[in-house]
């Protein structure tokens, strides 16, 4: 499985064009693995053996008159816990009446508190969407951003779309009362995630959080980043990858950039990996790189990765001891297939895969304790993902997955 190396050329009526040429991601920065010892010390080389020790379903559609969950979020805390967020809907599809609930273990994943809820639109018509879950690692705070009125069809009258956050500095026990980043960034129909946003370990901008997602303005679709230097106090827009054609309504085969998850990479460069919404060029994965912290995206960079095959469907990217793991149902026609897959030079090519679930899955999060927390907590990956045997709406299940095979 080779990472595609190509150029593609769009003219567009005005004479311009697009030229993008995806090339190697330098070299790869990984831990060396030991008789089932990672050494964090020494960066040469690491081998994974994923296997399943664990799974749970934590919500199941259609109890307690919600008709199905969605959207699921999951990250690692502060304070060495896990928190997952998820959609509640009244109805079935994107837009209506939601809630969004929270779960949190405080044991790695084998048991979870009762959900609590953050935001219900049940009466207020503000119908929300889900976002993405940021830690602040520095401030050791937790951020779970949405939209509200994202459909504007669909919402009261009375509201516009507005990008929220709330804020935890309890390690997600509580939660402070909703800000509106609009009102600080700017006016932008701008659906986060889903997944979770990132802040930089390394320069250049160490110390930067970043959410991107998609949407813009009501008449284009497309990537964009959100930026705060100052730890939240602050947003701004960063950088953006527009659709071609850019202002009209986009059909199959167009360029069209959709959800989407960042990293960081060892050398402080930012991997944005994004839904091929209307399957240009291929049914897999667009992706491009940042040398700036998301300022903007190098044109010369964006591309396909062929070997991550897609449905148009959001999924998940992870740096973690210098492998790169991705998760998503693979398959190139329908929802079915959970997938994890590891890449051990930075998603030029994939070593190896784990089957989860051949049937109906949908969006997936993965998280992984960071170096702080310690070597017993970092041998895990938690993946959390939409699940079924007839649909994929049906459930949503966490898994824990021992990245050397070993319980």
């Known amino acids: 499985m080779k990472f595609l190396l190509f150029a593609v050329y769009i003219t567009l009526n005005a004479g311009a064009c697009l030229c993008t040429n995806v090339r190697p991601i330098g070299n790869n920065t990984i831990s060396k693995f030991n008789s089932s010892v990672f050494n964090l010390h020494d960066l040469s080389s690491v081998t994974v053996r994923p296997s399943i020790v664990s799974q749970q379903v934590l919500w199941q559609s259609g109890e307690a008159d919600v008709n199905i969950y969605r959207c699921p979020l999951l990250t690692y805390t502060p304070g060495g816990n896990l928190l997952v967020v998820a959609e509640g809907r009244k109805g079935t599809g994107d837009g209506g009446l939601k809630f969004i609930a929270t779960r949190r273990s405080s044991d790695e994943g084998f048991e979870w508190a009762t959900e609590s809820f953050i935001h219900d639109d049940s009466f207020g018509g503000m119908e929300d969407n889900l976002g993405a879950v940021l830690v602040d690692d520095v401030r050791k705070e937790i951020y779970i951003f949405y939209i509200i009125c994202a459909h504007p069809d669909t919402c009261s009258s009375s509201e516009v779309p507005s990008l929220m956050y709330v804020k935890s500095k309890d390690d997600g026990i509580s939660w402070k009362p909703a800000v509106n980043v609009t009102a600080i ?190 070597f017993a907590k970092q041998k895990y990956l938690y993946l959390v993902f939409e699940k079924g045997k007839e649909s994929y709406t049906d459930m949503i299940e966490f898994v824990r997955i021992s990245i050397d095979g070993t319980l």
């Open 185 to 374: 960034a700017g006016p932008k129909n701008f659906a986060p995630g889903p997944g979770y946003g990132i802040q930089k370990k390394l320069d250049p901008h160490k110390g930067r959080l970043i959410v991107c997602g998609h949407g813009g303005t009501l008449e284009v679709n497309g990537n964009f980043c959100l930026l705060s230097d100052d730890h939240g106090k602050t947003w701004r827009w960063g950088a953006e990858m527009l659709p071609i054609p850019a202002y009209t309504n986009n059909q199959n085969g167009d360029f069209v950039p959709d959800e989407c998850q960042p990293i960081e990479l060892p050398d402080g460069s930012i991997m944005l990996n994004t839904r091929n919404q209307y399957r240009f060029h291929c049914n897999c994965r667009m992706v491009s790189r940042s040398y700036d912290g998301m300022e903007t995206i190098a044109r010369e960079t964006i591309g396909f990765d062929e070997a991550l095959v897609e449905p148009a469907v959001s999924a998940s990217i992870l740096s973690h001891l210098g492998v790169v793991f991705f998760s998503n149902p693979a398959s190139e026609t329908s929802r079915t297939n959970m997938m994890l897959r590891w890449s051990y030079d930075n998603g030029t090519t994939w070593s190896g895969q784990l089957p989860i679930w051949e049937y109906a899955s949908g969006y997936s999060c993965l998280t992984a304790f960071p170096e702080y927390a310690g």
